[in-house]
């Protein structure tokens, strides 16, 4: 649990932490950013092609690369969330909480007694299959990270209770997704989706609650990180892939 502990100290700190969204079902890519010095990857399934079998590899890649592997679950129901906890994530990220309702159960499915209502098995891979000591897993598995995405008008109803709800480690604003719901799709830098989402950094951190966004430009992962957003979403593999890629294309071609 080293690596989820320097992960915390550095929020505590209060400097940023920087991360992609992974959609490839390839453990290597996932080397790859922890061999580059991310602080964590998103594995995503959510967006992403991967299932639970290809989760487990994409989670040994993470540790073996010293990166922290977060997963983003498909959904909020009880299943979604655990089942990646089962397999050695040590933190989930769980998409469309629109209410305190809802960050309230994610937090009930995520974590064991006496902070929540997780299903009980010790025969994952979690658990080292079983022969880690039962005090030792509950106990650590209670630590792992919850984070809460906000992405629509409902979540920013309902914000100030949504924030109340406790065991949650982290607000992470989608700007996509909060842009389509405020009118503009895909317009992730309009003015009314800068104020919303400043409006919402605002709120959670002043009740000492860590932010977190998504960029795939330098320009607005320098706003976010001066607006006080820690956790920061840099891009996705593919994109970044891309990128490069096309960068190299026109480099031999000059």
Not at 13 to 21: N, Q
Not at 79 to 108: N, R, T
Request: aromatic share 8%.
């Amino acid at each position: 649990m080293k690596i989820l502990n320097t992960f915390k100290q550095k929020l505590k700190d209060g400097k940023p932490v920087f991360g992609p969204f992974m959609k490839s079902t390839d453990p290597a890519f996932v080397e790859v950013a922890g061999y580059s010095g991310f602080d964590f990857v998103i594995l995503d399934m959510e967006h992403g092609p991967s299932g639970f079998s290809e989760m487990q590899n994409l989670i040994r890649a993470a540790l073996l690369a010293n990166v922290l592997p977060i997963v983003r679950t498909s959904d909020n129901s009880e299943v979604s969330i655990a089942k990646p906890l089962d397999l050695g994530a040590l933190g989930v990220q769980i998409p469309q909480v629109k209410s305190a309702k809802m960050a309230e159960d994610c937090v009930k499915a995520a974590r064991f007694f006496p902070k929540g209502e997780r299903g009980v098995c010790r025969f994952v891979r979690a658990a080292n299959y079983s022969s880690l000591p039962r005090e030792e897993y509950f106990r650590k598995a209670n630590d792992i990270l919850i984070i809460i995405q906000i992405e629509g008008k409902d979540a920013i109803l309902d914000l100030d209770n949504i924030l109340k709800v406790k065991g949650i480690d982290i607000v992470f604003i989608g700007p996509y997704d909060l842009s389509q719901s405020l009118g503009v799709p895909g317009q992730v830098s309009h003015p009314q989706v800068i104020e919303a989402m400043n409006d919402i950094v605002k709120r959670a951190r002043a009740l000492g609650i860590v932010v977190g966004t998504f960029t795939d430009t330098p320009q607005l992962a320098d706003l976010w990180k001066k607006a006080g957003v820690q956790y920061i979403s840099y891009s996705v593999d593919v994109g970044i892939f891309t990128n490069a890629c096309s960068q190299l294309v026109k480099d031999l071609n000059a």
